[in-house]
């Protein structure tokens, strides 16, 4: 298990788990980011990422994306 942020652009990942208080957790789980759903890293730079999750594209900094395992 590794954060998302270390993701390569192109490859597909599983959500393994969503770490934060309660309420970070329901934010980033109202964002589609939940266990066991896939997402496609589309880029990843300095200020952040840029990942497709359920047909969306949804930009994300670089401290959510840390929260986010895969």
Request: charged share 25%.
């Amino acid at each position: 298990m590794m954060p998302l942020i270390f993701g390569e652009p192109g490859k597909t990942y599983f959500i393994k788990k969503v770490s934060g208080n309660d309420s970070l957790r329901r934010r980033i789980e109202d964002m589609g980011f939940s266990c066991e759903r896939p997402v496609t890293v589309v880029s990843n730079n300095c200020a952040g990422m840029i990942v497709r999750i359920k047909d969306t594209r949804v930009a994300v900094s670089r401290e959510l994306a840390g929260r986010i395992m895969i």
